[in-house]
T-cell receptor, first 113, second 115 residues
Framework: LAKTTQPISMDSYEGQEVNITCSHNNIATNDYITWYQQFPSQGPRFIIQGYKTKVTNEVASLFIPADRKSSTLSLPRVSLSDTAVYYCLVGPYSGAGSYQLTFGKGTKLSVIP | EAQVTQNPRYLITVTGKKLTVTCSQNMNHEYMSWYRQDPGLGLRQIYYSMNVEVTDKGDVPEGYKVSRKEKRNFPLILESPSPNQTSLYFC??????????????FGPGTRLTVL
């Protein structure tokens, strides 16, 4: 399985750009990289997904280098409501041909006023 | 409204008493999955299903059973619950058969306590 490694926690002030990096050295050729956001006592919510280079949507950007062994979630100008846990997910092919998905332990982002 | 529902939301039970947590989605999704979430361990996949009558183990399947008799439902069964299964459980679904080429929609969670 493609194990993912993320920082356990990060702090940021309101209005700053936040970058959260996920390492996935064993990513398979056809794997996608997906990021989810989770608030306390709620289910995770999809943020962004990519395969290579850069992907941008209305809430975030995802940067993936050519070797795809890492990815960086970028949140522009964070607010207090962005305080949450962010998960990097790689799959599905890293599960030896199955669609088994392995989430990392997540990064707890705290936004400070 | 498109959603994934779970029942019950909260459950306190005793060791060995069989229980079922239901999961239902109204989006006609093919892929469904169960996760448990424990402090410091993140989300771990228990079982998943690619379609009706097709299920497979995730990272932590021991002590759990699932079935997929209908496309919309994916119940999680604990035949003989133990205290180490005390956790927050999430059901999720996604369209087509490839959960990482599409968004996974998560249910609101079921908080289970086994005494």
């Amino acid at each position: 399985l493609a194990k993912t490694t993320q920082p356990i926690s990060m702090d940021s002030y309101e209005g700053q750009e936040v970058n959260i990096t996920c390492s996935h050295n064993n990513i398979a050729t056809n794997d996608y990289i997906t990021w989810y956001q989770q608030f306390p006592s709620q289910g995770p919510r999809f943020i962004i997904q990519g395969y290579k280079t850069k992907v941008t949507n209305e809430v975030a950007s995802l940067f993936i280098p050519a070797d795809r062994k890492s990815s960086t979630l970028s949140l522009p100008r964070v607010s207090l409501s962005d305080t949450a846990v962010y998960y990097c997910l790689v799959g599905p092919y890293s599960g030896a041909g199955s669609y088994q998905l392995t989430f990392g332990k997540g990064t707890k982002l705290s936004v400070i006023p | 409204e498109a959603q994934v529902t779970q029942n019950p939301r909260y459950l306190i039970t005793v060791t060995g008493k069989k229980l079922t947590v239901t999961c239902s989605q109204n989006m006609n999704h093919e892929y469904m999955s169960w996760y448990r979430q424990d402090p410091g361990l993140g989300l771990r996949q228990i079982y998943y299903s690619m379609n009706v009558e097709v299920t497979d183990k995730g990272d932590v399947p021991e002590g759990y059973k699932v079935s997929r008799k209908e496309k919309r439902n994916f119940p999680l069964i604990l035949e003989s619950p133990s205290p180490n299964q005390t956790s927050l459980y999430f059901c999720a679904s996604s369209s087509r058969g490839d959960p990482t080429a599409d968004t996974q929609y998560f249910g609101p969670g079921t908080r289970l306590t086994v005494l």
